[in-house]
């Protein structure tokens, strides 16, 4: 055999490998994250296509959508059905993000690059996880892939943006949730006005952390000090987050509700919840 031909042949076996990888059980689940919801228009050209409880964002634009993570493996199938619902097609999706690399918002990456050949472009903390199913995190992983591997085409840091149609992003570096946690900044407008949203990824301190160092994330209390100290900061106009029970989105609106950005509206909620966040940091901090 020459060698192009051997090469090949590492590359296919490779390939099935690959494929064939099983993947690690899931360390947690919760029903809320499966069951469905029904998408709808949260401000201008901004729509929340996601699961009861796992955000899931689309910035449909006339060159094509962002959609901001994909929930659950098997929550894809609903995204599509949501898009479709709101008369979008998953086909159009070009650009795809995440709040952060964990499978509960990440997991359907690779189905959905799959199926659209949307460049997926991640916080460059996020990108090793990302790369190896989340394998590397510094909390879930260890066990091997938990999510199907997505390489990234664009690595992203603090204050970058991502534009697409007329709808430009910015990337808010916020780690510790994971190393890559961040949250976005867009500007969206309807016929009335323009609104500034956040789509934010809260600072959640996972059980058994150990704000002197993780093993594999060092740097994981200076991380959260940066995040809490950063996200008190932000100014913006509506907010939402990459759990629906984040911003308390069930009781600011009703299945079947008409169009009302403002029910998105106000921080007293958002600041209510980073101090809670802080408190755990503070109380964590002084016990370890
Ligand atoms: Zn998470």
Redesign the pocket.
């Known amino acids: 055999m020459n060698k192009i031909v051997i090469s090949l042949l590492i590359l296919a076996v490779a390939h099935t490998t690959l494929i064939a990888q099983k993947l690690a059980p899931l360390p947690m689940n919760n029903k809320e994250w499966s069951d469905s919801c029904q998408p709808f228009r949260i401000a201008g050209n901004l729509y929340y296509v996601g699961t009861y409880d796992l955000g899931c964002y689309l910035l449909a634009t006339p060159k094509g959508h962002i959609l901001i993570n994909t929930g659950l493996a098997e929550s894809v199938p609903m995204i599509k059905k949501n898009m479709q619902q709101l008369g979008f097609n998953m086909a159009d999706i070009k650009i795809l993000l995440t709040t952060?690399a964990?499978f509960?918002?990440v997991a359907g990456m690779a189905d959905i690059k799959k199926q659209t050949g949307a460049k997926m472009m991640v916080d460059e903390k996020d990108a090793k996880a990302l790369e190896d199913g989340g394998n590397s995190d510094y909390y879930m992983g260890g066990k091997g892939p938990l999510y199907l591997p997505v390489k990234p085409d664009k690595l992203l840091k603090d204050h970058d943006t991502i534009g697409l149609g007329g709808t430009k992003l910015e990337l808010l570096h916020h780690p510790g949730?994971?190393k890559g946690s961040c949250s976005y900044l867009v500007t969206v407008k309807d016929e009335k006005r323009s609104y500034t949203v956040l789509i934010a990824n809260i600072p959640?301190i996972?059980g058994g952390t150990k704000l002197s160092g993780m093993p594999g994330y060092p740097e994981i209390g200076k991380d959260f000090a940066y995040t809490l100290e950063s996200m008190k900061k932000v100014q913006f106009d509506l907010w939402v987050a990459?759990h629906a029970s984040q911003f308390d989105m069930h009781n600011k609106r009703k299945a079947g509700d008409a169009y009302n950005p403002e029910a998105f509206a106000g921080r007293s909620d958002y600041d209510t919840i980073i101090k809670e966040r802080e408190t755990d940091y503070k109380k964590l901090k002084d016990q370890q």
């Open positions: 952060q964990h509960d918002h949730h994971t959640t996972l990459s």
